[in-house]
């Protein structure tokens, strides 16, 4: 079965520490790997993807996320974190098909100490 | 270029009612895509029209329907609302097999 796993519901960092959220997909072949964060009460926004080519990706705002394929992992990584930063972090896989359906984990919810 | 547009951004509606919502695509896309996000809960797909077709479809009963126009926007209908239906419901436009952009979501509560 299709699935991805967000093993922390919520995670708390200091100002300027760095950060790791975990991701692990099971899925039948190679998908696409997506972040998105969500604010509060608002929608969806793309922080990265990876379809192919080098594992490591860069993203907005500063993030970064490694796919390792062995591990069927995906985590994303910031090395300094903004207080901005705080919001629900959802990790999504799509299908290298036809059709465009993601399917994202319950998500994280990231908090930020001053 | 205006981005994904969905309305209205909040409404409450009785269980048995059903519910209309909208989604105007960004500009120059064809697909649009509709998730269901309960609270605390990561978006569920529901499904996906291409070129005014539908396109695939999640573990969604069939009192979820779907229209996409000429124009690609698109509206979800959800018929004898239940309280479980009750969700942040998202559009998502794409050119097919692109990146999807979301819109704001509308606000779904049924009393």
């Known amino acids: 079965a299709q699935s991805v796993t967000q093993p922390d519901i919520h995670i708390t960092v200091s100002e300027g520490a760095s950060l790791e959220l975990r991701c692990n997909y099971s899925?039948?072949?190679?998908?696409?790997l997506f972040w998105y964060v969500q604010s509060p009460g608002q929608g969806l926004q793309l922080l990265l993807k990876?379809?192919?080519?080098?594992?490591l990706v860069q993203g907005i705002k500063g993030f970064e996320a490694e796919f390792k394929r062995s591990q069927s992992s995906f985590n994303l990584r910031k090395p300094s974190v903004h207080w901005s930063d705080a919001a629900e972090y959802f990790c999504?896989?799509?299908?290298?098909?036809?059709?465009?359906?993601?399917?994202f984990g319950s998500g994280t919810r990231l908090l930020v100490r001053p | 270029e205006t981005g994904v547009t969905q309305s209205p951004t909040h409404l409450i509606k009785t269980r048995g009612q059903q519910v209309t919502l909208r989604c105007s695509s960004q500009?120059?896309?064809?697909?649009v895509s509709w998730y269901q996000q309960a609270l605390g809960q990561g978006p569920q797909f529901i499904f996906q029209?291409?070129?005014?077709?539908?396109?695939g479809r999640g573990n969604f009963p069939p009192r979820f329907s779907g229209l996409q126009f000429p124009n690609y926007s698109s509206e979800l209908n959800v018929n004898a609302l239940e309280l479980d239906d009750s969700a942040l419901y998202l559009c998502?436009?794409?050119?097919?097999?692109?990146?999807?952009?979301f819109g704001q979501g509308t606000r779904l509560t049924v009393v």
């Open positions: 998502a436009s794409s050119l097919y097999q692109a990146e999807a952009f």
């Open positions: 899925y039948g072949a190679t998908p696409y």
């Open positions: 990876y379809f192919s080519g080098d594992t």
């Open positions: 999504a896989v799509g299908p290298m098909d036809s059709s465009y359906k993601l399917i």
């Open positions: 500009s120059g896309h064809n697909t």
């Open positions: 029209y291409y070129r005014e077709e539908e396109n």
